[in-house]
């Protein structure tokens, strides 16, 4: 059960775009759909933004967006905005009846 | 409105036990998988375990099988998870979520503040 692999950090200008990108093998992140990315505020709960590659969960703004090729999944932040600083976590379902989550990744608006 | 308020945190010496639970409300509990996801202080998310919508399957994290019982009832809408033989390693804000897919192991999209357990001698 090992951790998808994550950038600890991403930085980006407001305005620009940012990929985050989230790296397993074919038992997990190519072999399946059920790939989520989630936003963790400091002291707050993750909060789910994409699920099943690139659906957006209710809410969501349309600047946020899920792709997958192969054994790699990556959140894309188009038009990157301020609030948007915070950690973000890939998690994919991992084969044998488990979740795996990536290591997390440090968002930077500059 | 939807919520998942965790509780039965604390301080426990290595080796003893706790049971964590988690009241839900505002939608229907029973026809939804449920999680425990946990995190270290300053670490990132680990999935601990899930739990189908009956209760009928349950799955663990490597890191916690045999330790760790998973558990709910339906008729009080209420989520546990009994953790014996702690371990340092286990200390951790354990959150409850919701998994709304239809596999039952997909995805969180409801989650709770969390509650605190601490692993110390």
């Known amino acids: 059960q090992s951790a998808l692999t994550q950038p600890p950090s991403a930085s980006g200008s407001p305005g620009q775009p940012v990929t985050i990108s989230c790296t397993g093998t074919?038992?997990?992140?190519?072999?399946?759909?059920?790939v989520s990315w989630y936003q963790q505020f400091p002291g707050k709960a993750p909060k789910l933004l994409i699920y099943?590659?690139?659906k957006r969960s209710p809410g969501v703004p349309d600047r946020f967006s899920g792709s997958k090729s192969g054994n790699s999944a990556s959140l894309t932040v188009s038009g990157l905005q301020a609030e948007d600083e915070a950690t973000y976590y890939c998690?994919?379902?991992?084969?044998?009846?488990?979740?795996?989550f990536g290591g997390g990744t440090e968002l930077t608006v500059l | 409105q939807v919520q998942l308020v965790e509780s039965g945190g604390g301080v426990v010496q290595p080796g003893g036990s706790l049971r964590l639970s988690c009241a839900a409300s505002?939608?229907?509990?029973?026809?939804?998988?449920m999680h425990w996801v946990r995190q270290a202080p300053g670490k990132g998310l680990e999935w601990v375990a899930v739990?189908?919508?009956?209760?009928?399957?349950?799955y663990y994290a490597d890191s916690v099988k045999g330790r760790f019982t998973i558990s709910r009832d339906n008729s009080k809408n209420t989520l546990s998870l009994q953790v014996d033989s702690l371990r340092v390693e286990d200390t951790a804000l354990y959150y409850c979520?919701?998994?709304?897919?239809?596999?039952?192991?997909?995805?969180?999209?409801?989650w709770g503040k969390g509650t605190t357990v601490i692993v110390s001698s």
């Open positions: 099943e590659v690139s």
């Open positions: 739990i189908s919508h009956d209760g009928s399957n349950k």
């Open positions: 979520a919701r998994d709304p897919s239809v596999r039952g192991l997909a995805e969180m999209d409801v």
């Open positions: 505002g939608f229907t509990f029973s026809i939804f998988a």
């Open positions: 074919s038992s997990d992140v190519g072999g399946y759909i059920y």
């Open positions: 998690s994919s379902y991992g084969g044998t009846n488990n979740l795996v």
